[in-house]
């Protein structure tokens, strides 16, 4: 198995217990889907290798695994820090306005009124509501994925289509044209000395 056929679930936290279980802290959007894994990948120096999961626990974000052959607590050790991978293949298909999280870095932020606003960095999942990461040359642009304003993945062009709250990109695009002034030597600690 192949990174570029996976997508990172989380990685290996810590081990658990006596008898070899170990907590995988899931960096995922809705972690109950994960509850009855039967395995995962784990990278280990580089190689994708597949445990075959017996039992599994969750709270919150943090499953808690058992391996088949892994029953000690040193064979567990060995394992945090692992990076977990599952195949892409196995994700349910979304509709043409839901996305994982891990498929849109790279996509272009289209937005309904501004147009190509930039390119999609990441999702920030780590707020009461997660939000879209924009890079747009100098400037980063934060949308709040609230319901509605998701209008369309367009994987085959590599497009996200957006109708963001009115006002909100003019908010972090309004210096903008002071880009082209820019020429790489801006101050904001610099005192202006000269007298009139």
Sequence with gaps: MNKSDCYSAGFVRRTSGLKGEVVIQLDVDEPARYRSLDAVFLDINGTLTPFFITQTRLLNNNLTVAFEDVTTPAAAEALVGCEAFLPLAALPKLDDTQFYFHEIP???????????????????????????????????????????VVQKVDRNARELHIAAPEGLIDIYLANKNDDEDYDGDFNPFAVDTDEE
């Excluded at 501004?114 to 920030?124: H, M, Q, R, S």
């Excluded at 100098?138 to 709040?144: D, F, G, N, V």
Aim: negative net charge; proline residues 7%.
């Design 106 to 148: 790279g996509f272009a932020v289209i937005d309904a009124v501004k147009g190509n606003i930039g390119e999609a960095v990441t999702v920030i999942d780590r707020l009461q509501q997660p939000v879209l990461q924009v890079g747009s040359g100098r400037h980063e642009i934060l949308i709040p994925l609230a319901p509605g």
